[in-house]
């Protein structure tokens, strides 16, 4: 039961993650009002995914976690 949730957690962050990347917005609704920086946001979710596929990557979830975080808290970067 716990690999069937683990690999459906992993599946989500890199589809959401890559999504991000790729088009610039996150797909879900209440993300999109409070990310301010979506590709950040989205590498840091496939840095997670990725942490968490190799049971031994604690740096990574770490490091996933500090993008994640602060693609939140940073201000949107300007329009050039």
């Known amino acids: 039961m716990f690999a069937v949730l683990s690999l459906l957690l992993i599946a ?4 959401t993650g890559l ?4 088009t610039g917005r996150l797909l879900v609704p209440w993300l999109r009002r409070t990310v301010a920086r979506p590709r950040m946001w989205g590498t840091g979710a496939l840095l997670l995914a990725v942490g968490l596929a190799k ?14 975080i602060l693609a939140q808290l940073l201000r949107p970067s300007a329009l050039r």
């Open 55 to 68: 049971h031994d990557g604690p740096f990574l979830i770490l490091a996933g976690f500090v993008l994640v």
């Open 19 to 22: 999504t991000a990347i790729t």
């Open 12 to 15: 989500t962050l890199v589809v």
